[in-house]
């Protein structure tokens, strides 16, 4: 069955370009979460997306982070001016519901090194 | 406000020995505990979570865990491990009420030794 897809799996730029990381969610659910992992970290919240609501932006680092959703499907996770410190796996994960008793079900990541 | 605890960076254990992941919590309200598993280069796939209800919830893999609500601790166990088991191991809580963010804990490294 379809699950959480990410793209790219990795990802290389230099330091001061901007990089664009995709998730796919799966069909029909309707919230939608941005993690950072960092080496030897646990997941870090960047955003949250639920329905038409207005996304929860509390998690992200600063303003060169920014993410959109189309409807419920599609989300990209843009980082402008990357910096040497945003080198991380990105997680994207899905929810039915957004609702705090819900299982997420996760993608496998985007692994994003900045030189 | 709310808060996970894992205490060990690592666990090693003999395959076919039992083991135990420790996780303790701290909310104000009621938590909504769950422990995902991560595989290398994989995303974080879910093994069980404990709602409301029987203390001791059953999962995935043969793994289970027991909500201690006087320990504050939801610890994951397993009666015999497997090789297979060896992955990163994370814990995480909502509150009933609270956000609808999960906080997370920051993983133990589950190595199973042959």
């Known amino acids: 069955g379809a699950g959480v897809s990410q793209s790219p799996s990795n990802k290389v730029t230099e330091k001061g370009k901007d990089v664009e990381l995709r998730c796919d969610p799966i069909?029909?659910?309707?919230?939608l979460y941005w993690y950072r992992q960092r080496l030897g970290q646990g997941l870090e919240f960047l955003i949250y997306?639920?329905?038409?609501?207005?996304?929860?932006k509390s998690g992200l680092p600063s303003d060169r982070f920014s993410a959109e959703r189309t409807g419920e499907s599609v989300s990209t996770l843009t980082i402008q001016r990357t910096q040497q410190e945003d080198s991380a796996v990105y997680l994207c994960?899905?929810?039915?519901?957004?609702?705090?008793?819900?299982?997420?079900?996760f993608g496998p990541g985007t692994r994003l090194l900045v030189l | 406000a709310q808060s996970v605890a894992q205490p060990e960076d690592q666990v090693n254990v003999a395959e076919g020995n039992p083991l135990t992941v420790k996780c303790t919590y701290s909310?104000?309200?009621?938590?909504?505990l769950f422990w995902y598993v991560q595989y290398p280069n994989r995303g974080l796939q879910f093994l069980l979570k404990?709602?409301?209800?029987?203390?001791l919830v059953k999962g995935s893999y043969g793994f289970e865990a027991e909500f201690n609500k006087s320990q504050t601790s939801f610890h994951l166990k397993k009666p015999s491990a497997l090789v297979s088991d060896s992955a990163l191991y994370f814990c995480?809580?909502?509150?009933?009420?609270?956000?609808?963010?999960?906080?997370f804990g920051r993983g133990t490294s589950l190595i199973v030794h042959p």
């Open positions: 994960a899905s929810s039915l519901l957004g609702g705090r008793e819900e299982t997420q079900y």
């Open positions: 069909s029909g659910h309707t919230a």
């Open positions: 997306f639920q329905g038409n609501s207005a996304p929860d």
């Open positions: 909310v104000s309200g009621n938590p909504y």
């Open positions: 404990y709602i409301t209800g029987d203390n």
């Open positions: 995480a809580v909502t509150i009933s009420g609270g956000s609808y963010i999960p906080t």
